[in-house]
Each structure stands twice: as C-alpha cells, then as structure tokens.
C-alpha cells in the first residue's frame, strides 16, 4: 500500500539553527510534492511544491529537495526563529490525476531560543 | 472572497442528529476538497468537487456522509445520524484546478459529537 511517512518525534531545534524535516513515501512516483504548515487551531497553509524533474526548491529560508530515488524530500528551514514553530506536513498526489492530496501525519517543529 | 470561509467554526451536537458543514471557496477556484483531521491524526481525504461534480468520494466513510456543490461554489458536507467518531476537525480546501498549484484551507469546524 500506498504510504507517506513523517517523523512523528517533535523536532526540537535552537533560534538560528537549521530544522531539517524528512518526509519518506513508498509505492508510488509522484509528480510533485508538497510541504504544509500548520498552527494549532487553523487549517493547513501551503508552503512550496516541488516537482519530480527538480532537484531543489528554494524560497526565503525554506529549501526542499526531491530524491526520487531515493522516495524522499528533505524540508529545510535555514535561520530558524520561535515563529517558525509548528507542524509541517508533506503532501503528494498519489492518483496520477492531480484529484487529491495525501498528507503525512507532520512533523511538529519548537524552535527556542 | 479573499480566503476559504468554513461555518460554523465550532459545532456540538447530540448523537444521533443531523449537521450540515458549509465551505465557501476562493472564487474562480473550480477545484474543491474536503478533510478531516481527528486529534493528532493527519488529514484524511473525504471527496473532492470539480465544478459541480464530485469525481472522487472515495474517502466519505460511510453512507451517513454527503456532500454536495452548487453554483461551482459553495459545499455543503452533510453527517446524518452523526456518532461519536465523527469527532473531528472538517477542513474545506480549494485550488484553481487540481492540486498541482498547492491548496488554500479554511479554518475548520471542529464537531463534537455527544
């Protein structure tokens, strides 16, 4: 079967200091992934998507990078500051269609300072 | 309107009664998804509406779950009958066309079911 996984321990990083969150699926060759934030109480925010012929997607101080072979994309924020706490969730068409989303259950991220 | 608007925030109802979860998209949006997330779960796909048509419904759980669109534009989520494990937060989302451009998500209800 079809799955996605994220690491479920909380991530526990320093202000200043780079989070590196890991989201791994098995079965499937998306083509594109996505990277969620969520704060307690809201719904989902989108963040970047990246797409199965790139390697590395950047914007501010996010990066993601795609390994297709690997069946993994790696979600970087540089920098980070006690407002980048929250969960990320990674998402990624699992029907070839573009119809849907499926989510991994996130990864929650505390940065302190 | 400037983002997707989900009523009632908040809904506590018996079990055994009838709730109807409105979602109102982006406008223009032709794409639109419903979720549900139960507390510390991730989201798990309940239908998703081209126009108004509902291609995949592959996720609604059981037959007491419908929903429906109208106008290309607002949804309406219906539970009857509703029970205990229908507790959960319902999250409305909507994009131009297909997901491959990323989704914008209203805020949820969160159904309590007692």
């Known amino acids: 079967s079809q799955k996605i996984e994220q690491n479920s321990e909380a991530l526990n990083i320093q202000e200043g200091k780079t989070a590196t969150l890991t989201c791994n699926y098995t079965n499937y060759s998306p083509a594109y992934l996505q990277w969620y934030r969520q704060d307690p109480g809201r719904g989902p925010v989108f963040l970047l998507l990246?797409?199965?012929?790139?390697k590395e997607k950047r914007k501010e101080r996010l990066k993601v990078t795609f390994d297709t072979t690997l069946k993994q994309s790696l979600f970087h924020i540089t920098a980070s500051q006690p407002a980048d706490s929250a969960t990320y969730l990674c998402a990624l068409d699992t029907t070839g269609t573009a119809s849907k989303l499926t989510f991994g259950t996130g990864t929650r991220l505390q940065v302190t300072l | 309107g400037a983002g997707v608007s989900q009523s009632p925030s908040n809904k506590v109802t018996e079990k055994g009664k009838d709730v109807e979860l409105r979602c109102d998209p982006i406008s223009g949006h032709t794409a639109l998804y419903w979720y549900r997330q139960s507390l510390g779960q991730g989201l798990e796909f309940l239908i998703y509406f081209q126009g108004n048509s509902a291609p995949d419904k592959s996720g609604l759980p059981s037959d007491r779950f419908s929903a429906e669109r109208t106008g290309g534009s607002v949804s309406t989520l219906t539970i009857q009958r509703t029970q205990q494990e229908d507790s959960a937060v319902y999250l409305c989302?909507?994009?131009?066309?297909?997901?491959?451009?990323?989704?914008?998500f209203g805020s949820g209800t969160r159904l309590t079911v007692v």
């Open positions: 990246i797409r199965e012929n790139e």
């Open positions: 989302a909507s994009s131009p066309f297909g997901g491959a451009d990323g989704y914008t």
